[in-house]
């Protein structure tokens, strides 16, 4: 019993140690828009969209999209497939079989995914969902033709790639020189090397490697993303905005309530204090 719980938890903590390994990209703060209903419907739409395709978000139904402002009209209207009734779950479309078949991961749920990418010390799963959605770059070398700079390696393509234009990345990358890698025979400082990979927008890459003579500085990697179509990129990340709204609201719907409220428990505990402090007034008149 003992030994198993122990394996489990090895095993939890390789995968956090890998998590860790593999991302490492410092993340945008995500714009807060879960209380925004405009934001929210337009996130649902594009979910649905663009989205729903490959992941689902089970424990979601369709009418409760009428919490964000929705009317079950407009629900039926723009965000329903044909089959498919107002009561029903948001199930995607393809099979978790079919998605471990072509994108040899079955694309998860994503109901709970802003609660599950939380990292804690004030970095939210908004802020991860956030830039992983604005962080894509075309890369031919991968199966997805696409990676990642907040999840490298995601299996993903960029779903939303029309709605955000063509872009370059630039990846700048500072390392200790291969042959040097040690610090050299007889070398009092490492010798460094700046490995620059631009890969156009078509995803082709070129590199070019520069030897860095009389460089103190530690390893680095620098990126920086291209638009070349700087309108439609911006416009984009108010999209990407929007649909992370969304994912927080679907990982937690009775926020909004939530929220209501406590702007009226705050309202009251106002109102309290003032009764309380005139009864304390009164209670103590006649002692002073
Ligand atoms: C063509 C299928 C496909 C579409 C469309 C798609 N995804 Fe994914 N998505 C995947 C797959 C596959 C993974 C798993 C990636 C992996 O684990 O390598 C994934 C993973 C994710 C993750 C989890 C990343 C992580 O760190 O675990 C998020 C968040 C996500 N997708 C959001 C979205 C959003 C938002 C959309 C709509 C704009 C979308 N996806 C559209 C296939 C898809």
């Not at 964000?68 to 978790?96: A, C, H, N, R, Y």
């Not at 078949?101 to 969902?129: C, E, H, M, N």
């Not at 390696?153 to 779903?159: E, I, K, Q, V």
């Not at 929220?259 to 005139?278: E, T």
């Amino acid at each position: 019993m003992i030994k198993k719980l122990l394996g489990a938890l090895a095993l939890m903590m390789t995968c956090t140690v890998t998590m860790a390994a593999g991302g490492g990209y410092p993340l945008d703060k995500a714009p807060d828009r879960v209380n925004d209903l405009a934001s929210l419907q337009n996130g649902a739409k594009l979910f649905v969209n663009y989205c729903l395709n490959c992941h689902s978000a089970a424990s979601m139904r369709y009418n409760k999209l009428t919490e964000i402002g929705l009317t079950e009209q407009q629900i039926k209207e723009s965000l329903l497939f044909t089959g498919t009734k107002t009561g029903d779950l948001m199930v995607g479309s393809i099979s978790p079989a079919d998605g471990k078949k072509w994108f040899g991961v079955v694309p998860p749920d994503l109901s709970v995914i802003a609660r599950a990418k939380s990292q804690g010390g004030g970095i939210t799963g908004s802020d991860y969902i956030y830039t992983y959605l604005r962080t894509f770059y075309r890369d031919t070398s991968r199966p997805p033709g696409w990676d990642n700079l907040a999840f490298p390696n995601a299996a993903m393509p960029h779903a939303l790639w029309q709605r955000q234009g063509p872009r370059e990345m630039v990846a700048e990358v500072i390392h200790p020189a291969a042959s040097d890698a040690k610090g050299g025979p007889g070398a009092a400082h490492p010798a460094f090397e700046k490995v620059t990979t631009k890969y156009d927008a078509m995803g082709f890459a070129t590199s070019t490697t520069e030897a860095l003579k009389d460089y103190r500085g530690h390893g680095s990697s620098t990126y920086t993303f291209k638009a070349l179509d700087p309108a439609k990129s911006a416009a984009y990340d108010n999209d990407a905005a929007d649909l992370t709204a969304f994912l927080a609201w679907v990982s937690e719907p009775v926020q909004l309530k939530r929220k209501q409220i406590g702007v009226w428990v705050m309202l009251f505990l106002g109102l309290f204090l003032v009764v309380a402090l005139r009864l304390n007034h009164s209670f103590w008149k006649h002692v002073k």
